[in-house]
């Protein structure tokens, strides 16, 4: 299992320019159910990105209006933004910084305030016929990091809605994928 060049370059690119519309430049990966996480893991530091269908953390994909819907935004927004989205056995990883974008609306802008979006103007539908994303993007800091040893997500049990999560990494000693479906949780960069 290889990254393709294309995915290579965007991962590359999108950790570059940390803020980039990386979701929105690809609407074909809009699909309910799945959700992707890239990992780019150096030293002791691992930069990801981590983008789903709002449908999966929310139940709906609409701007939150009821207050019901606007406290779920603010608390799936603040856990994303304060959970470290992979850690180590020891749990040695902290978050150093994240952005969390989305389109779901309510009180809640996410932790970097000049790049979450609010898009007043997307009147979408009961119908479900407009649909919207979230990505995150964290930088963590953990510490022992090796590679070789497993990595664990709390994705796929804090959304079951999450069917299947599509892992992507890149390291210094290569690059791989892997998925992993509901309530399965680590996963080995370093195997081969
Ligand atoms: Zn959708």
Redesign the pocket.
């Known amino acids: 299992m290889t990254l393709s060049k294309v995915t290579n370059a965007i991962l590359a690119a999108t950790i570059l320019t940390a803020g980039s519309t990386f979701a929105s430049d690809n609407p074909g990966a809009?699909?309910?159910g799945h959700a992707e996480l890239q990992l780019a893991i150096e030293d002791n530091q691992v930069d990801l990105i981590f983008t789903s269908?709002?449908?999966n953390l929310l139940g709906f994909?609409h701007r939150a209006r009821t207050e019901e819907q606007k406290a779920l935004v603010t608390e799936t927004t603040n856990w994303l933004g304060e959970t470290p989205l992979v850690d180590t056995a020891e749990a040695g990883c902290t978050v150093m910084n994240a952005v969390v974008h989305h389109q779901a609306g309510g009180d809640n802008h996410g932790h970097d305030h000049g790049h979450a979006h609010d898009h007043e103007d997307k009147h979408a539908d009961e119908n479900?016929s407009?649909?919207?994303?979230f990505e995150v993007t964290q930088t963590l800091s953990c510490s022992r990091l090796d590679a070789s040893e497993a990595l664990s997500t709390p994705l796929t049990e804090r959304f079951p809605e999450i069917e299947h999560l599509n892992v992507e990494w890149v390291w210094s000693g290569g690059q791989g994928s892997g998925r992993l479906d509901h309530g399965e949780t680590s996963f080995r960069p370093g195997a081969r």
């Open positions: 809009h699909q309910h269908p709002a449908y994909e479900g407009t649909h919207s994303d």
